[in-house]
């Protein structure tokens, strides 16, 4: 079956239709050796030499999200994390790199602290600036440009088609974080970037049970070589088990995703009125940042991600989190259950979060008892 032919429901349900050649099993087996024989003339012809390089386990979730992006080759990670930092890892030390000042804060920590220390030069910018990119950009000696968006916390978003232009004409490549976006919502490679990063360990998965990451290249070059390295050497390998039940995942991506859209769009344009919420804060929403290029970048919805901003300030958003009861109080996103956060108390120092802020992850509940639960902790917040 032609992938290209396919619609990314069809690849998503079925996995690509793979079917198990000794068995005839539609879903695959859960491969867990560490280690393959060796042909008696030394060759390894299976290609298969040791896991912490590749394993089996990888082939069919990494093709899968290969077709779903549109890519030349895809590689799973241990996390995202591992997944962002190895683009960053096959740079080389003195390097300039551009990264946006509202990005995951995890990822922005590293980059400030082991990345500097490494050798890399990273400069944070406002990313949905082109200006302020092309401003910033150092022809030949800046290597490497970081996008992501929709953009933690905010949710402020970056025109892929236009900063790849702008950094492919100074000589750097550009990656995007499309966790938020997802391959159905936004296809970063088609629109220019030249490598694609995902949490897996949210969307793709979508079941809250595992950490993974994944890159998405659009074509094999030196970087993409020293990144696999990176992933066979450092060791960011993810387990056989983990990647089994992210293809289990994946198969329902679209149906997640899409509920997630809707239901994200009813509750952003419910509370943007409310007279207990400052400030709205979602792609989807006419008033926001992002709207007018997420009309064009974004296909079929804007994203399960949104935050309020709280009338009363931190203690107000606090006490908000603190009486939802179908909302749960955890990190993390892209899960089958609605998730609530106060981001600042999580990012710390640095954030470019407001302490009124709390970041909502948007399951595929009823929208209704979303809403309900979100109406009577503002109530019981505000008494
Ligand atoms: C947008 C984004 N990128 C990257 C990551 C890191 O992923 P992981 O927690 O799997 O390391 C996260 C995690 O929250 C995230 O939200």
């Not at 996008?147 to 550009?174: K, R, S």
Request: glycine share 8%.
């Amino acid at each position: 079956m032609d992938a290209k032919k396919l619609h990314p429901d069809s690849i998503a349900a079925q996995a690509l239709g793979w079917v198990d050649e000794t068995t005839r099993a539609i879903t695959p087996p859960l491969h867990v050796s560490s280690t393959y024989l060796r042909d008696t003339d030394n060759q390894y012809r299976s290609g298969r030499i040791y896991a912490r390089a590749d394993n089996p386990a990888f082939d069919q979730p990494e093709a899968v999200l290969n077709a779903l992006e549109g890519g030349h080759q895809t590689l799973l990670f241990a996390s995202g994390m591992a997944a962002a930092t190895a683009v960053f890892q096959a740079l080389q030390p003195g390097d300039h790199v551009l990264a946006p000042q509202v990005m995951y804060w995890s990822l922005r920590n590293w980059l400030m602290t082991f990345a500097t220390q490494w050798g890399l030069q990273v400069e944070l910018i406002d990313m949905t600036s082109p200006a302020a990119v092309q401003a910033a950009l150092r022809p030949g000696k800046t290597k490497l440009v970081w996008v992501e968006t929709p953009a933690n916390p905010l949710w402020t978003v970056t025109d892929i088609e236009a900063t790849a232009a702008l950094a492919h004409a100074a000589g750097a490549l550009l990656a995007v974080d499309s966790t938020v976006a997802t391959p159905l919502l936004t296809r970063p490679l088609a629109l220019g970037a030249d490598i694609v990063m995902h949490a897996a360990t949210k969307y793709l998965n979508g079941h809250s049970d595992l950490i993974a990451g994944a890159l998405v290249t659009r074509q094999d070059n030196d970087h993409w070589q020293r990144v696999r390295k990176v992933r066979a050497q450092l060791g960011g390998t993810l387990g056989s088990f983990e990647a089994w039940l992210l293809l289990r995942g994946m198969r329902t991506l679209h149906l997640r995703v899409r509920t997630a859209c809707v239901s994200a769009q009813r509750i952003a344009e419910h509370f943007s009125t409310h007279p207990q919420v400052a400030e709205v804060l979602y792609p989807g929403l006419p008033q926001c940042q992002g709207y007018a290029i997420s009309q064009r970048q974004m296909q079929g919805g804007f994203g399960g991600m949104l935050s309020l901003r709280a009338r009363g300030g931190e203690a107000a958003a606090i006490a908000v989190a603190a009486h939802t009861q179908l909302w749960k109080r955890a990190t993390s996103l892209g899960g089958t259950e609605s998730l609530i956060e106060h981001r600042a108390s999580v990012e710390g120092a640095g954030t470019p979060a407001p302490t009124d802020l709390l970041r909502l992850s948007v399951g595929i509940e009823d929208v209704a008892d979303l809403i309900n639960d979100l109406e009577q902790a503002l109530a019981t917040a505000h008494r």
